[in-house]
C-alpha cells in the first residue's frame, strides 16, 4: 500500500484477536508501572498511563526496530521527549523482549540502569530525556539524517502537552516543515494536565490543531486510548507528501485505573501499598515481582 493513498483505500481496522491481546498488553504495561512506582516511591504514574496505548501500539509493529536490530542504521528511531514518563517506556520494552523484568524491579534505585527520566544505553532507548522541549529538535536531526541515500528510517517523538510551553518546540515546529521532514511523526499526548493544574489554567493551547497546520504540519486528532483509531491512524504517516506529520492524541492523565483519571495530584504521587493493590485489582492483574 502507498503511503500516500487516500483514506478511503487506508487499511482496515485491526482484527478482534489483536485488539485483544492489544488490550490485555496496555493493562500489563499499567501493571509494571504502578508496582516500579510504588516500589521507588516515584512520581509520574498519570503521565505514564496516559501514554500507554499510543507506546503499546507503536510497539506492536508500527516502528520498524526489534530487540535485534536496535544497532541497525536503518532502525526506525523512537523519542520520549516527555523523558519524565519513563517508566511507561520501559515497562512498554519488557513487554516487547528489548528488557528482561528483572530491569524493572530495580528502577530508580541507586546504581540501576534505568533512570527517573528517560535514559540512554538502555536497549530501546535512542536519547536520554527529561528537560522538556528537547525531544523534537532531536527528532528533526535524526529525520534529516535519516533522509540520506543510505538511511531510509523514520522518527517518531512522543511529546506532552505542558512541553508545548517550551519555546523550542515551536522553532523546532518551524523547522521541519521548511525542510520538508515527512519521515518526522510527533504525537502530542493531549491529558490536558501539566505539572500543578490543567493546561487552558497554565497557558492556553487552543486552538491547538490549527497552530500546527498553520507552521506546515499535516494534522489529525485521535482517540489517545483508541487502539483501533491509534494503529489506523500511525499506519498512515506521512498523511501528506512533503509533510511531516502531527498526531494530537487526546487522552486521560491517570488513564486506566478510576482514582487517578483526570486527577491533577496524580503528577507527582506515588502510591502506597493500598493503592498499588487497588490499582492492580482494577487493571486484573496479578503482579509477583
Known sequence: MSKHEPPSQQKPNIDLDTHIFLLKRS????????HMLHKANASHIGS????????????????????????????????????????????????????????LVRYCQNEAPLGGHITANVPGVE????????????GCGMAIDGRSEYRQYRVFVLMSDGECDEGSVWEAALFAPYHNLENLTIIID??????????????ELEPFADKWKSFGWAVREIDGHNLQDIKKTLENVPFEKGKPSCIIAHTTKGKGVSFMENKVEWHYKSPTKEQLEMSLKELGIEYEN
Open 48 to 103: 505514564c498511563f496516559s501514554t500507554v496505548d499510543i507506546l503499546n501500539v507503536l510497539y506492536s509493529g508500527i516502528i520498524r526496530v526489534t530487540p535485534n536490530s536496535i544497532h541497525s542504521s536503518q532502525r526506525d528511531r523512537f523519542i520520549m521527549s516527555k523523558g519524565h514518563a519513563a517508566a511507561a517506556v520501559y515497562a512498554t520494552l519488557c513487554e516487547t523482549g528489548f528488557l528482561d523484568i528483572n530491569w
Open 27 to 34: 493493562r500489563k504495561i499499567r501493571a509494571h508501572i504502578v
Open 127 to 138: 536519547v536520554s530525556t527529561g528537560s522538556l522541549g528537547h525531544g523534537l529538535s532531536i
Open 190 to 203: 493531549y491529558n490536558k494536565i501539566q505539572s500543578f493544574d490543567r493546561v487552558e489554567n497554565v497557558l
